[in-house]
């Protein structure tokens, strides 16, 4: 009997102590699944597993196309010098800003013999020449030349610096003097070569 009351004491010790450790580990489940689970607060920001919150941006998404306007009327030519292939030459507009007028036109090289990402300037379409782009006014017989600065440098897209790849256009605009209020249109050439004639005057 002594020994039964002397046992039983400890038997209960163990079945509390077990059951103590069995709560603690039902209540350290219980946090560890709400915080797991439990949805962001209200309006608090959210971003999908593998995404930051930064946007991102793909090199062929880089908007090329917005950049270059797109040509009202287009004319090609043999390639001077020898060149394999034609030049291509898009007219934009030409439109009047108080007393200047500017040209912007579109120039596009398509060579058969050219690596698709070489360079390729104006000043290489015309045979290592830079074109004199000119307006010619062929009622009053008047040519307009690009004008220039105080230090005399041209208004007008460079020959030299303006490039672009093989079958892609290159935007170059050229400022002139604005013709007279009852002129309406004009002829645009490069150097002697007619590109296109009767072009409207936008004022």
Aim: aromatic residues 6%; proline residues 8%.
């Amino acid at each position: 009997m002594l020994h039964w009351m002397r046992a039983r004491p400890t038997l209960l010790t163990a079945v509390l102590v077990t059951t103590t450790l069995s709560m603690i580990t039902l209540v350290a489940a219980g946090c560890s699944s709400d915080s797991k689970g439990a949805p962001p607060p209200t309006g608090a920001p959210t971003t999908a597993p593998g995404t930051s919150g930064t946007a991102s941006t793909t090199p062929g998404n880089r908007g090329t196309s917005a950049s270059v306007p797109e040509a009202t009327r287009t004319t090609s030519f043999r390639a001077p010098g020898g060149g394999f292939g034609t030049i291509d030459v898009g007219f934009v507009e030409l439109k009047v800003g108080g007393r200047l007028a500017t040209l912007t036109l579109l120039w596009t090289p398509r060579y058969t013999d050219t690596p698709p990402t070489k360079e390729i300037s104006v000043f290489d379409m015309f045979g290592q020449h830079n074109p004199a782009v000119t307006l010619v006014d062929s009622t009053n017989l008047k040519r307009y030349v690009v004008v220039q600065d105080s230090r005399s440098v041209e208004l007008g897209a460079s020959g030299l610096r303006t490039k672009t790849v093989n079958n892609t256009p290159a935007s170059a605009s050229y400022t002139f003097a604005a013709p007279p209020t009852d002129v309406r249109t004009v002829d645009v050439y490069a150097d002697d070569r007619l590109l296109f004639d009767a072009v409207t005057v936008v004022r």
